[in-house]
């Protein structure tokens, strides 16, 4: 289970995220729902103990984010959303290397890595080195990373970003696997199909703080919508939507001009 | 979980990683094993071209010989001179053009020229010429003999004051000094230099791989979600650089002592008719014996200095948002730390004292100056030993200390 309380992060004069606070329980798909910009990451990062929160906390199976990183870590399995690999180790030697860091060796860390490679549909390029790996072939190996410790609780950031169609499938059933073996699951997606099909309660964040949560239903009933979609830009305001996307533009041309 | 238990794995991990990494492992290696051996070829091809030609002979044509008779007889007497007649003068790659009243110049008692004329600019056209005015300067010595005994005078009148020139020894110093000025200069100078610049040069592409690496391929995230320990995570990182690092440093130390032992046993080898290659060896061991000293005092003081550069380098790294920033700071240290090293060398006086080695990064470089002008004291040694570990755990410290910020490790992520 993952408590998220009053959870807020500042980042000098820019405040991210702000106060905000979810449950997601066991066996249940919780969504994350927001434009880019709206703190999303941030929040699933400092659940996963790589970013400090600035105040409040959350907990994870009974164990503070804050004080008790290491137990967390344990109980946690997270989905990066642009996570890379090492080009020159297979996908069995990453699936090893964290498995060891997670203190797992031996014939069980074998047998669950070659139980990973399969559920994963990773047979094919089980030991061939990363380098040249399709963007579909690396979210599949991140994650198993993710699922190697076997963790209850598991955080997936744009699961199916850049997949393709057998892929996205792929994903999206291991998803509802994870929900039906009891773990608690957060999905942060832009896919409002995606969210509807998978999702038991979402959680609509916008700039740092979170404007509504509910079932999709709940909340298609709440604003009178057609579907979710429809919804969550009630929710967060066309205009707002608008504003954000130009904002990524902008920011994505200073960007590649830099570089 | 266990810190020497994370350190095995990350180091296993990046070991293997550069192991299979062609195009790191060549920029490593390469260097120390591919000029050396260019050199090695280059030399010999010209070694062999040189002493071909100069058993033969390096042909040369004398215009107007018949004004110097007996500095034409000395240059065919010459073995490594041949003369050639008018007829094959075309063959000739140096010409000694004798003017029309040369021996009326010289038996003036004035200074009669002469011009030396080369074919082209090429080495062995530039040995010729050498042995040609080794010839012409000792026949102008005799001259010069023969002129001051006429007056009743000596070498000796021309020469009222002679210089020498000695370096004050410390007693108990450490290491073995080169007899030569030459050697003396490429320890003091040059190698204080080269050391730092390969030391850096060997392990920086691996620092900045497994560094700011880890941000630029995205992989630094599934490092921070485990529960492994920072510390851990940098000294297995750190531990393969050091390991890259030194058998770079290794590699040119030898070749360097090897050279030296070579240097040294040169007049032996070629006094000997004939050797057998356990002789070789003998007589090789024997010259290289003396410099073992130095390069043992020479790893004592770089290995300490070695881990805190690349603790340093590893700390920005792990700062760096990417690449180009990491990249930046490089630069600078590629550029700042050859000019560190020099004004140490040159500002820092001869005989400090033994608190002077214990200065971060200027006490080695003093030291390894030092250690090759035969001025460096045991005590300094250890002083510079003892300071120099601090400073490597030190480096270390602030290594992890930045892989385990939070502001440091989240700059540059997506």
């Known amino acids: 289970m993952i408590e998220a309380q009053q959870l807020a992060k500042q980042f000098k004069k820019f405040q991210a995220v702000k106060n905000v606070t979810f449950q997601a329980h066991e066996g249940e798909v919780f969504g994350l729902l927001g434009p880019n910009g709206a703190g999303k990451t941030t929040t699933l990062r400092m659940l ?17 984010i804050r004080h008790q990183k290491d137990k967390v870590r344990s109980r946690l399995g997270i989905l990066v959303e642009s996570a890379g690999l090492y080009a020159h180790s297979t996908t069995r030697e990453h699936l090893r290397y964290i498995g060891n860091l997670h203190g797992l060796d031996g014939a069980g860390l074998e047998s669950h890595i070659d139980y990973l490679i399969g559920a994963l549909e990773m047979r094919d390029f089980a030991d061939r080195r990363a380098k040249g790996f399709s963007r579909g072939m690396v979210r599949k190996v991140v994650m198993g990373m993710a699922l190697i410790h076997n963790p209850p609780n598991v955080i997936l950031d744009e699961p199916t970003q850049g997949l393709d169609v057998v892929s996205t499938r792929a994903v999206r059933e291991i998803i509802l696997k994870f929900k039906s073996e009891g773990r608690c699951v957060i999905l942060s ?38 579907d979710l979609e429809t919804a969550f830009v009630q929710i967060v305001g066309a205009e707002a939507l608008l504003q954000e996307a130009e904002r990524e533009a902008t920011d994505k041309k200073r960007k590649h001009k830099s570089e | 979980m266990r810190l020497r238990t994370v350190y095995r794995i990350v180091f296993r991990k990046e070991f293997r990683e550069l192991l299979r990494d062609r195009r790191s492992l060549f920029w490593l290696f390469a260097p120390p094993i591919v000029l050396p051996s260019l050199a090695i070829c280059a030399g010999l091809f010209i070694g062999t071209q040189v002493i071909r030609i100069a058993n033969e002979g390096f042909p040369i044509f004398i215009e107007n010989s018949d004004q110097a008779p007996e500095l034409v007889e000395r240059l065919k007497k010459e073995d ?67 002129r001051l005994a006429s007056q009743g005078l000596d070498r000796d009148w021309l020469e009222p004051i002679q210089i020498g020139e000695a370096t004050q020894r410390t007693e108990a110093s450490v290491g073995t000094s080169a007899d030569e000025d030459g050697n003396s200069i490429f320890g003091t100078i040059f190698l204080p230099l080269a050391v730092t610049s390969w030391l850096l040069g060997g392990g920086m592409g691996l620092i900045l791989d497994t560094t700011v690496g880890e941000k630029e391929r995205q992989t630094v995230e599934n490092l921070l979600v485990t529960p492994a320990s920072r510390v851990g995570i940098v000294m297995g990182k750190m531990t393969v650089v050091f390991i890259a690092s030194m058998a770079v440093m290794s590699m040119w130390l030898t070749e360097g002592l090897l050279l030296s032992a070579f240097s040294d046993a040169s007049p032996q080898f070629s006094n000997a008719d004939s050797l057998t290659t ?47 920033e990491a990249n930046l700071f490089m630069a600078l240290v590629q550029l700042g730390l050859p000019a560190t090293v020099l004004l140490t060398i040159f500002s820092m006086p001869a005989n400090v004292a033994d ?49 385990g910020r939070e502001w440091s490790l989240t700059r540059g992520l997506q």
């Not at chain 1, 103990?49 to 503070?64: K, L, Q, W």
């Not at chain 2, 070789?280 to 550069?309: D, Q």
């Not at chain 2, 090759?372 to 004291?377: G, I, P, V």
């Open chain 2, 355 to 403: 608190v002077v080695y214990a200065i971060p990064l200027f006490g080695t470089i003093v030291a390894i100056r030092d250690l090759f002008s035969e001025s460096l004291s045991t005590g300094g040694l250890v002083v510079n030993f003892i300071s120099g570990l601090i400073y490597a755990a030190g480096g270390i410290g602030v290594a992890a200390w930045m892989f």
């Open chain 2, 80 to 146: 490594a001179i041949k003369v050639l007649d008018e007829n094959s003068a075309d063959e000739a790659i140096v010409i000694v053009a004798l003017p029309a009243d040369f021996k009326s110049q010289l038996d003036g008692n004035g200074t009669a020229n002469l011009e030396v004329i080369t074919k082209d600019n090429s080495i062995i056209t530039f040995f010729g010429r050498s042995a040609v005015r080794g010839v012409i300067e000792d026949y102008s010595d005799d001259l010069l003999d023969e």
């Open chain 2, 278 to 324: 356990g002789e070789a060896i003998k007589i090789l061991a024997e010259s290289g014996s003396g410099a073992l000293g130095l390069l043992a005092a020479l790893v004592v003081m770089i290995i300490p200095f070695t881990v805190m550069l690349n603790g340093l380098v590893m700390a920005w790294c792990a700062y760096a948002a990417n690449y180009r």
């Open chain 1, 48 to 64: 996963s103990t790589v970013v400090e929160p600035s105040d409040g906390t959350a907990v994870i199976d009974g164990f503070d």
């Open chain 1, 189 to 226: 997606t832009h896919h409002m199909d995606e969210v509807e099909r998978l999702c038991d309660r979402v959680a609509i964040i916008h700039r740092g703080e979170i404007l509504e949560s509910g079932t999709p239903a709940e909340l298609t009933e709440k604003y009178q919508a057609a």
